[in-house]
């Protein structure tokens, strides 16, 4: 991975063993059908790179370190929003719950724009797209990109945050996941233990 800041406190790695040392692989299907099972918190990420803001749904968004504090997420290649975050130095990362289904649904859909109602977004004093009424957003800067496969994987410093809806330690929070092709919302009767 490549850094932007050498402050960031992520050091470049040796590159993975070529794909034909590893032995044979899984098929695309095999893959897919066992993440279909995996649950994942869904994001929302936004950027502009100076050609207007861009938007997706990332279900791949994950916590790094608390000291500094940083998360990664990927996107893949065949995004519309891939070659705007490819050059963009920060991004706006809007963590969902259930009440933001809506956005999710937006970011996930091919071929509309993503930012048609103007009541519904703005931009930060430092110029990014931010989400209004979402249950948490944080601005980043990005640090490090990996190419990873059809994805490209982006390392991210958090700069700034929002939280309108906190979630209390041990709570549900209606948060929402996606899981095997659907959206579901957490809740009371999903607690196990």
């Known amino acids: ?3 932007t800041s050498p402050a960031a406190g992520i050091a470049a790695s040796a590159a993975p063993p070529a794909p ?32 207007g803001p861009v938007a997706l ?4 968004v994950s916590s790094v370190s608390a000291e500094p504090p940083l998360l990664i997420f990927s996107i893949s290649a065949q995004s519309s929003a891939s070659p705007t975050l490819a050059r963009a130095d920060t991004v706006v990362v809007h963590l969902l719950d259930a009440h933001d289904l809506p956005l999710a649904r937006l970011g996930a859909t091919s071929g509309v724009d993503r930012f048609a109602d103007e009541s519904g977004w703005s931009r930060l004093v430092t ?18 990109r990996m190419d990873a496969g059809g994805s490209t994987v982006i390392a991210a410093h958090a700069l700034q945050s929002r939280l309108e809806r906190d979630v209390e330690p041990g709570a549900h929070g209606d948060a929402l996941v996606y899981h095997n092709r659907t959206w579901h919302r957490l809740g009371e009767q999903s607690r196990l233990g």
């Open 1 to 3: 991975m490549s850094t």
């Open 20 to 51: 034909h040392t590893l032995g044979a692989s899984l098929s695309a299907d095999d893959f897919k059908a066992l993440f279909r099972g995996h649950p994942g918190g869904v994001a929302v990420i936004t950027a502009d790179a100076g050609e």
């Open 57 to 60: 749904t990332a279900t791949s």
């Open 127 to 144: 110029g990014e797209p931010v989400y209004h009424d979402v249950r948490a957003w944080v601005r980043c800067a990005v640090i490090g």
